[in-house]
């Protein structure tokens, strides 16, 4: 049997694969922070929550309405999508001439909020959501039995982010976005109207959270604290590829997934902290994160 | 005629502190005026309170008949005005054409893409470079190229030849009064009055805050030792 420092392949193989589903939800979820951050300025606390808001609005559709996993798939993000955009006209977008601190601490307050109503009328238990009929059932790789369901998430969240980097890259719109990055005075003296450009984007970030958990729900269980869990991790992601960075953000996330994957199969006990290491290696040698621009 | 751009009793701040005093100017169609001032004397912030960048202030705008006082920022360029700020503001993670596309088309009758690199060759040859590479007079042919293909009706330029290389100053002299042929109307701020007797039509001297001159370009002569006491050139 083949093996690497003395692990059979098959045990390698295994925890990449586990690494870049982990990856896959780091990446989407980064991207949507950075985004987030590097037009409006505000660390987004509520990623998570949104995340969490995804797969749950997923799961009650299912439940109440009987709507199927690829309906949700569509509609649950864009619910999640529709309840930032309220959200940030109503209320973040007073915070933007403020200290920069007011956004955090609101965000953080609307996570707690979010997370608390969940808490309180679904308990903090999981709850299972089934994964849909046509990816359910396996492969035999030869090295290792993949779940479809996986592989489909691995796929579906690289074909997202590069479908949004090329947004921000290749389109009018995103030329908007990117120029709003640096001067959004300018753009909106132009005739753009950066304000709602700000909706959108904060919009766009929602719904990738939320894309995030309806990928998430077959995987995980539903529960309203599966946000507070890989958020931290999400935060520690977007440290080490820079704050604002798009492709930072992308790259760095499924990088730190695989890092963390492969480092259950030397030493799994340092699996967990493995992240916050190689993020604090990051932030002593180049602080502006991997990707982000030296100040 | 009414003037196309008519500005009365403008007073602005930025934040507590008060910096134009009542400023008044008017702009006819068609004509190019040209601010002349110290450092420091509100000529930008004139410009930028025109454009509604700066929102605390009083007084009257109005263009094109409409008035601008309650508009917000972004409506101000759909008006038909277009802004060229003195730190040109050109965008790094934007390419050349990128930024050369950014302001969106606010009335037809701008320069089509290829007019405009007829009329500036280097931007052509560098249109895949990111922006801020290009040189300094190369950015700001490519901020007053981008508002040229807006359809803007009123340019409002900021000091342009600040800091470039007299070649480069005469190019922007021979943009300026091409612009002219085709019926621009153009506020330029300069302190450079040499180069702004070969383009503008008609001069305003600012002082704190204040338009304290008026003049047509044929009386520049007369007015040069009032503008050498108030410039201090
Ligand atoms: N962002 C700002 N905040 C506060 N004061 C400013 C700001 N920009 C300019 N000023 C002040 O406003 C006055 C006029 O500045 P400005 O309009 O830029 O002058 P000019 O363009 O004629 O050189 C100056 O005293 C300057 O210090
Ligand atoms: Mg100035």
Known sequence: MTTIFGYPLVVWMGQLLLGLINGSF??????????????LRVINFAHGALYMLGAFVALLMATHLGINYWFALVLAPLVVAAGGAVVERTMLSRLYKLDPLYGLLFTFGLALLIEGTFRYFFGASGQPYAVPGALAGGMNLGFMFLPIYRGWVIVASLVVCLAVWLLIEKTKL???LRASTEDPVLVQS????????????YALGAGLAGLAGVLAAPIYQVSPLMGTNIIIIVFAVVVVGGMGSILGAIVTGYLLGIAE??????????????????MAIVLILRPAGLFGKDA | MAPLLNVAGLQAWYGESHILHGVDLHVNAGETICILGRNGMGKTTTLRSIMGILSKRTGKIEFDGADLMNVTLHRTARAGIGFVP?????????????NLMLPPKVADGGMSVDEIYNLFPNLKERRNSPGTKLSGGEQQMLAMARILRTGAKCLLLDEPTEGLAPVIIQAIGDVLRELKKR???VVLVEQNFRFASKVADRFYVMDHGKMIAEFPVADLPNQMTMLNETLGV
Do not use: C, D, H, W
């Open chain 1, 26 to 39: 780091y990446a989407m979820l980064s991207l949507g922070l950075a985004v987030i951050f590097g037009l």
């Open chain 1, 174 to 176: 995103g030329s908007y």
């Open chain 1, 261 to 278: 994957g492969l480092t259950k199969v030397i030493y799994p006990e340092a699996s967990n902290i493995v992240i916050f290491v190689i």
């Open chain 2, 86 to 98: 003195e730190e040109r503001g050109i965008f790094a993670t934007l390419s050349v054409q990128e």
């Open chain 1, 190 to 201: 132009f005739g753009v109207n950066v304000p709602l450009l700000l909706t959108l984007t």
């Open chain 2, 183 to 185: 019926g621009m109307t």
